[in-house]
């Protein structure tokens, strides 16, 4: 069974920073893109960044100089590193991945809070 775990979300001040973690485990043989999404309270879930297995990356436009993904594709693991964060970043944080080159949405993570206070 393949499965994605997050960590690293919390409550941060505005101004501050936080990085989270996506590990994949399981029988894995490949994995392609990785991403983060987010979803805030009363929201529709949405695409924050993406990078591919050879390291190009996008971002949304709201987090374009605060936010970098990267990826150690030996550890099957994608980070977030989020700088200068907003209360508007405030959601919960999902991870996704295409593992195997499956088709469809990807592999999902259980999410993780990020709580941002003014």
């Known amino acids: 069974q393949v499965q994605l775990v997050e960590s690293g979300g919390g409550l941060v001040q505005a101004g501050g920073s936080l990085r989270l973690s996506c590990v994949a485990s399981?029988?894995?043989?490949?994995?392609?893109?990785m991403a983060w999404y987010r979803q805030a309270p009363g929201k529709q879930r949405e695409l924050v960044a993406y990078?591919?297995?050879?390291?190009?990356?996008s971002y949304r436009d709201s987090v374009k100089g605060r936010f970098t993904i990267s990826r150690d594709n030996a550890k099957r693991t994608v980070y977030l590193q989020m700088n200068s964060l907003k209360p508007e970043d405030t959601a919960v944080y999902y991870c996704?991945?295409?593992?195997?080159?499956?088709?469809?949405?990807?592999?999902w993570g259980q999410g993780t809070q990020v709580t941002v206070s003014s």
């Open positions: 996704n991945a295409v593992i195997n080159q499956a088709s469809g949405p990807g592999t």
């Open positions: 990078i591919t297995r050879g390291g190009s990356t």
């Open positions: 399981g029988s894995i043989f490949s994995i392609g893109t």
